[in-house]
């Protein structure tokens, strides 16, 4: 038998399915990511029963993608449990009289039965069960409440097969019905439902998203970099070291199978930043750096999603990110970006179009510096002055925005407009939230290890192999040349390709000028993303979308790398 | 588009408030029922009410 979960969005259908089935699942306010849908197994008696979490739907005459998917998987079912949230109950009902008209029983879930009293409304729950003819259950998924009785219920679900009507016949039946079972007293403005207008309205909105942002931004650096100060850097040191250094020995301390496995060791010992073996940087760079920031990234985006903050923040930045070929929930990746490029880049799944993704992955794979870099630039850069530091993100921003402009004119495809539901603001499941975390982190951790893995094998292939010195001689003119740069910052150019922070950091010793110093930082963050976020970028945007992205990253790092050496150096004699 | 907003339940007879608008045609916040949805500016210009 299989039990199919149906609903509007946001009407808590997956934290319902995790409390069916128990098994993990993504609940999020978003669209798109429950377009791939989730499914679990539950007892019923003997029986093993399959449940299948159905996208969230407004409609069964589908208007997106995720819709069509869900009339696809309504012909499989046998049993399908319409989750309504009774607060929303008119137009939650639209969808029920459509179930209504197939061929499928259907259960009714009165879900978020607990917030109806609150606000207001009373809902006369037995009465609706008789004008829809099917069982109707008032529950409270995040409590578990009314589960037990619905599944109880199953065995009473029933298919009216009415007779299919037009939209207006279904909401004149919607209407009927909301006046015989629902009765709303008045209340008043709560403090809850205050904040949530003010944060969508521009002038109160506006500063709230920059408080939001800023906070979230200093609690994924503060602890992502406590994380590795305090966990990742002395298990590596301490524990995974010794060990490495046992096999160094046994190898020989040199030779082929040393090089590629352990690297170079500088002073007698291994420098997980800079040995490049497979074994010490390879495992270092995606579970001692990567892995610290995208946990806590991925546990704050987790509460901005789960409490409806999210939606918000979209419609806020929609105008901007509109102008650059994106909509609204472009900012999600974009924010990730700051922290590290590959969550960012895996991110852009959450776009519609695949122009949208392209422009998104593009823009964050070039002028957003990830938490690693900002680090080396605010150290490096700002013993020179603020000032500077100021120019460096200030032409990023530039880059970020001239080169949005530039693609949104030029990439072929559709943008679409912006449309969302605003869910209200609510406490987030703590459940939901640590098991969505921990999908997240293994998703994470099986997609793009692996990957990482192997890419930094290769490209200790090539640098045993010699192939980097190649590529330095050959392209150290166009650095002094374009850039204004000295010869040896090609080194830099070519180590940014692993690592972007040592790159910036092999800039110290080269006595740059502070103009050149600037130069230097934004070259280096434009130029290759780092070969983590290479790899993502290749799976996400293919080979073709990969071609693109770095025909665009390298064109535009040579303007602007060649327009702040003709205004910084030639022109001010910074 | 008309198929979308009507299954939303933004439809022909419904009371309409607008909750905000971004300034330089940005999106439109709307309270329809016990629901609020954001929708583009494009998709809002063709929305005609009746002002009560």
């Not at chain 1, 205050?194 to 979230?216: C, E, M, N, Y």
């Not at chain 1, 692996?450 to 292939?461: D, N, R």
Request: glycine share 10%.
């Amino acid at each position: 038998m299989k039990i199919l979960l149906m609903g509007n969005p946001n009407v808590g259908k997956s934290v319902f399915f995790s409390r069916l089935t128990g098994t993990k699942v993504i609940a999020s306010n978003y669209p798109g990511t429950t377009v791939g849908f989730t499914r679990g197994y539950i007892k019923i008696g003997d029986e093993e029963v399959e449940v299948i979490d159905v996208p969230g739907t407004y409609t069964l005459e589908p208007t997106s993608t995720a819709e069509e998917v869900a009339l696809l998987m309504l012909q499989e079912g046998d049993v399908v449990i319409d989750v309504l949230d009774s607060t929303n109950l008119e137009r939650n009902l639209y969808l029920t009289q459509e179930l209504l008209e197939k061929d499928t029983p259907v259960v009714v879930a009165l879900n978020m039965w607990d917030d109806t009293r609150h606000r207001g409304i009373s809902i006369d729950a037995v009465r609706l069960e008789q004008l829809l003819g099917v069982p109707v259950v008032p529950t409270v998924a995040v409590t578990g409440q009314g589960i037990k009785e619905l599944l109880d219920r199953i065995p009473h679900a029933v298919a009216p097969s009415r007779p299919k009507r037009t939209p207006d016949e279904r909401w004149a039946a919607v209407g009927s019905i909301i006046s015989e079972v629902q009765t709303i007293t008045h209340h008043h403005h709560t403090r809850l439902e205050r904040l949530q207008d003010a944060s969508v309205k521009p002038i109160t909105g506006l500063p709230i998203a920059a408080f939001v942002l800023a906070l979230s931004f200093f609690v994924v650096w503060g602890l992502g970099e406590l994380l590795i100060r305090f966990i990742t850097e002395p298990v590596f040191e301490k524990l995974w070291s010794p060990l490495i250094m046992k096999l160094s020995t046994s190898l020989g301390s040199g030779g082929f199978w040393h090089d590629i496995l352990i690297g170079r060791l500088f002073d007698g010992s291994i420098d997980f930043e800079q040995s490049m073996g497979v074994l010490t940087t390879g495992l270092f760079i995606p579970l001692g750096i990567v892995l610290p920031y995208v946990l806590v990234f991925y546990f704050v985006l987790g509460l901005l999603e789960d409490t409806g903050y999210l939606p918000r923040l979209a419609v806020l930045l929609d105008n901007l990110m509109h102008r650059i070929g994106l909509h609204g929930f472009a900012i999600i990746p974009t924010m990730l970006g700051l922290g590290c490029c590959v969550p960012a880049i895996l991110s852009t799944r959450i776009l519609e179009s695949k122009r949208q993704r392209f422009i998104a992955a593009t823009l964050i794979s070039i002028a957003i510096p990830c938490a690693a870099s900002q680090a080396m630039i605010i150290g490096l850069v700002g013993a020179e002055g603020g000032q500077y530091v100021a120019l460096v993100y200030g032409s990023l921003i530039v880059v970020w925005l001239v080169l949005g402009l530039i693609l949104s004119r030029v990439v072929k495809g559709y943008s679409p407009e912006l449309l969302i539901e605003i869910p209200p603001y609510r406490l987030p499941p703590w459940r939901m939230v640590f098991t969505k975390l921990w999908i997240r982190i293994y998703a994470f951790l099986k997609e793009a290890l692996p990957i990482i893995l192997g890419a930094i094998f290769v490209v200790s292939l090539l640098y045993t192999a010699g192939v980097f010195d190649k590529i330095a001689s050959f392209t150290a003119p166009l650095v002094s040349g374009i850039f204004g740069l000295p010869e040896d910052a090609v080194v830099a150019i070519v180590v940014g390709f692993l690592r972007k922070d040592v790159a910036i950091g092999l800039l110290a010793p080269l006595s740059l000028t502070a103009g050149q110093l600037v130069v230097g930082c934004v070259v280096l963050t434009m130029f290759f993303p780092c070969i983590a976020a290479f790899v993502v970028l290749a799976k996400e945007l293919r080979l073709k979308g990969l071609l693109g992205a770095i025909g665009v990253m390298i064109i535009a790092t040579v303007v602007v790398g060649g327009l702040l050496n003709a205004i910084l150096l030639r022109g001010a004699g910074l | 588009m008309m198929s979308r907003l009507n299954a939303m339940g933004i439809r022909p007879g419904k009371k309409i408030t607008k909750i905000s608008s971004m300034f330089m045609r940005g999106p439109v916040t709307l309270q329809v029922g016990r629901m609020q949805a954001a929708i583009g500016h494009g998709m809002a210009a063709k929305i005609v009410v009746e002002v009560d």
